[in-house]
């Protein structure tokens, strides 16, 4: 008995959402950090990332399957698609920082197709036009009554993070948008 390892179910396992306009999918499970840096360490660790950091509002960077994201300042979340070892190549940067990995704390739901948009504003007050929030654009907002991490990966596909505990909620104020999106 002592050689069963306990895995942990994604939170949205198999859940499928949408309409004829939108598909809602849960996002495959991934690696994050909350990764906090100085300015003057930006460089090192962008390197020992391999995704150079973004410094202004409103980025992201991607490269090789990891994503950056600005969420402020001296904040950013760090995700890698393939499950990748970011905490380790957090601290092989040798710099000062504080990284923290929280990839068991969010869950990610992906958002696409010609209504996403109208579906995300259903909660999200932002104006999530091209314009406004164009490819690559990320922010910290609200979406219903839960805070998100919003990321537009193409014109017709959003990355929506939220913590794990709310994504349940997340994924079913989704999916009721979805049924009134012509």
């Avoid at 306990?6 to 939170?11: D, G, M, N, S």
């Avoid at 509002?57 to 600005?70: C, E, H, I, N, V």
């Avoid at 919003?150 to 993070?161: C, G, H, I, M, P």
Wanted: hydrophobic share 45%; proline share 5%.
């Amino acid at each position: 008995m002592a050689d069963q390892i306990a895995v942990r179910k994604p939170v949205l396992q198999g859940r499928r959402g949408g309409s004829a306009t939108v598909r809602i999918t849960p996002a495959e499970p991934a690696s994050r950090v909350s990764l906090r840096a100085r300015d003057g360490e930006v460089a090192a660790l962008s390197k020992s990332i391999g995704v150079k950091l973004p410094v202004k509002p409103k980025t992201s960077a991607a490269a090789k399957g990891r994503l950056a994201f600005w969420l402020g300042p001296d904040e950013w979340l760090l995700i890698d698609e393939t499950g990748g070892d970011l905490m380790g190549a957090c601290t092989a940067s040798g710099v000062v920082h504080s990284a923290t990995d929280v990839s068991h704390r969010n869950s990610a739901i992906l958002v696409s197709g010609p209504s996403a948009e109208a579906v995300l504003n259903a909660g999200c007050p932002q104006d999530l036009s091209l314009a406004a929030f164009p490819v690559g654009a990320v922010s910290r907002t609200i979406f219903g009554k839960i805070e998100i991490v919003l990321y537009r990966v193409d014109e017709e596909t959003f990355r929506v993070e939220c913590w794990r505990s709310f994504a349940d909620y997340a994924f079913g104020l989704l999916n009721e948008a979805a049924e009134e999106a012509h």
